[in-house]
Structures are given as structure tokens and as C-alpha cells.
């Protein structure tokens, strides 16, 4: 069955770094892949997508990567800030209805 | 209207009562998908609606558990005879085109959730 792995439960890291999540999936070949933020008390909000044709997706300060090879995609927010922590969840899809991870929860410390 | 609405946003039930909880997807979007979040979990895929094709419900966990969408628009996801394994947030979110649209046109809009607490 498809299977979804976001490498970190919970990520913290100081104001002003770059926060990299990964996204591992198994099982499938997708044929794009979104990234979504989740607030607490809130439902998620998309940010990103990227198909599997482009290497790299950026829009301001994040950027995504998909690598079909290593059933890998990367997430990257530069230059960091309080207000980028949230639960960040990662959903590669096709022609299914979207599966996504189970997040990592991303705190930037001041 | 301007975005993904669900009602009520919480609800406290007993054991064994049956409850709907409402979805007003955006405006022209023809796809519909409900999920459920249990606390400190990712998101579980219950059913999927795409225009007048017949709902994909392979996410549904019981029979106790339905959904229609009616006109194209509104859905109601009913639990029946609810158990306390139950409680979670039921979050709804529409897309313009669903799967068979592109990428693009199944970015998903959600609502904020029916926070569902069964005593």
C-alpha cells in the first residue's frame, strides 16, 4: 500500500536558519507532489506543488525539490522566522484522491 | 462564498447518537473530499466526490459512516451510532477538478473543521 514517511515528528531550529523537512514516499509513482501548512485549531493551507517533470519549485523564502529516483521530495524555508512554525504535511498524488503524511512540526525559536 | 465552511465547528455528543456535520464547498469547485484528524495524527482520507461519478468511499472506516453531497454543492458526512473512537476533527476540502483535472486544478481548499467529541 502507498506509504508516506515525513522524517521528523517535530523540528526545532533558531530564527534566521533554513528548516529542510523530507518527504519519503513508498509504493507509488506520483505524478506531482503539494505541500500544505497547518495551523493549530485550523485546516491545512496549500503553499507548493511540483510535478514530476521539474527538479525544483520555488516561490519567496521556500523552495521544494522532487527526486522520482529516490522517492524523495525536500522542503526548504530560508531564512527562518516565529511565524513559519506550523505543521507542515506533504501529499504526493496522481490520479488517487491526495494521501498525505502525518506532517513534522516545524518551531522557530527566536 | 469565499472559502471551504463547515458547521458546526464543535460538537459534543453522547455515545450511540447519530450526527451530521455540514460542508459548503467553494463556488464551482466539483470535487469534495472529507477527511478525518485524530489528535496528534495526519490526516486520514474518508470519501471523495467528483461530479456526478460515483463517490470513491474507500476511506470510510465503518459502515456507521456515510456521505452524500447533493446538487453537486453541499455534503453531509452522517455518523451513526457514535463511539468514543470517534472523536477527532472532520475536515472538509473542495478543488476545482479533483483527480482527473491536473495538478493545479486538485490543489484543495479546506474548511476549518467540525471538532467532534463523543462522551
Known amino acids: 500500500s502507498q506509504k508516506i514517511e515525513q522524517n521528523s515528528e517535530a523540528l526545532n531550529i533558531q530564527e534566521g536558519k533554513t528548516a529542510t523537512l523530507t518527504c519519503n514516499y513508498t509504493?507509488?509513482?506520483?505524478?506531482?507532489l503539494q505541500w500544505y501548512r497547518q495551523d493549530p485549531g485550523r485546516g491545512p493551507v496549500f503553499l507548493l506543488l511540483?510535478?514530476?517533470?521539474?527538479k525544483e519549485k520555488r516561490k519567496e523564502r521556500l523552495k521544494v525539490t522532487f527526486d522520482t529516483t529516490l522517492k524523495q521530495s525536500l522542503f526548504h524555508i530560508t531564512a527562518s522566522q516565529p511565524a513559519d512554525s506550523a505543521t507542515y504535511l506533504c501529499a504526493p498524488s496522481g490520479n488517487t484522491p491526495l494521501v498525505f503524511g502525518k506532517g513534522t512540526r516545524l518551531s522557530v525559536i527566536a | 462564498g469565499a472559502g471551504v465552511s463547515q458547521s458546526p465547528s464543535n460538537k459534543v455528543t453522547e455515545k450511540g447518537k447519530d450526527v451530521e456535520l455540514r460542508c459548503d464547498p467553494i463556488s464551482g469547485h466539483t470535487a469534495l473530499y472529507w477527511y478525518r484528524q485524530s489528535l496528534g495524527q495526519g490526516l486520514e482520507f474518508l470519501i471523495y466526490?467528483?461530479?456526478?461519478?460515483?463517490?470513491?468511499k474507500s476511506g470510510l472506516p465503518s459502515d456507521r459512516f456515510s456521505a452524500e453531497r447533493t446538487g453537486g454543492s453541499v455534503s453531509t458526512l452522517t455518523i451513526q451510532r457514535t463511539q468514543q473512537e470517534d472523536s477527532a476533527v472532520y475536515l472538509c476540502?473542495?478543488?476545482?477538478?479533483?483527480?482527473?483535472?491536473?495538478?493545479?486544478?486538485?490543489?484543495?481548499?479546506f474548511g476549518a473543521g467540525t471538532r467532534l467529541s463523543v462522551l
Open positions: 511540483i510535478r514530476e517533470n521539474e
Open positions: 509504493n507509488y509513482s506520483p505524478a506531482y
Open positions: 476540502a473542495s478543488s476545482f477538478a479533483g483527480t482527473s483535472g491536473g495538478a493545479s486544478k486538485n490543489i484543495q481548499y
Open positions: 466526490f467528483q461530479g456526478n461519478s460515483a463517490p470513491d
